[in-house]
Nanobody
Framework: QVQLVESGGGLVQAGGSLRLSCAAS????????MAWYRQAPGKQRELVAA?????????NYADSVRGRFTISRDNAKNTVDLQMNNLKPEDTAVYYC???????????????WGQGTQVTVSS
């Protein structure tokens, strides 16, 4: 089992910045991807940013946040952060940390989610 705990959410004015953190614990060996998702009221959960170790490593962002958000990963600490700059009201959502294990891990459960942290951007 992998446990994910998010922190850093809160209320911020438009144009401000916020940094989210996610700490993974438990059976962390075999994690390939760590990512941030978000879900706003009445909308589908969407990928915000992701980092994969497979294929030499890769990072990708949603078009709506590219240039404003930065995902960073510390494998030694088993943490992944999301630096959010120039926040907009449209960024208001519950943000979730996600981890995916390599297929060779042999685990019955390969996807894990944190409990979520609320980010509210006022206009």
């Amino acid at each position: 089992q992998v446990q994910l705990v998010e922190s850093g959410g809160g209320l911020v004015q438009a144009g401000g910045s916020l940094r989210l953190s996610c700490a993974a614990s438990g059976s962390t060996f075999g994690i390939d991807a760590m990512a941030w998702y978000r879900q706003a009221p009445g909308k589908q959960r969407e990928l915000v940013a992701a980092n994969n170790l497979s294929n030499g490593g890769s990072t990708n962002y949603a078009d709506s946040v590219r240039g404003r958000f930065t995902i960073s990963r510390d494998n030694a600490k088993n943490t992944v952060d999301l630096q959010m700059n120039n926040l907009k009201p449209e960024d208001t959502a519950v943000y979730y940390c996600n981890a995916e294990l390599f297929p060779w891990s042999g685990r019955t459960i390969r996807n894990y989610w944190g409990q979520g942290t609320q980010v509210t951007v006022s206009s």
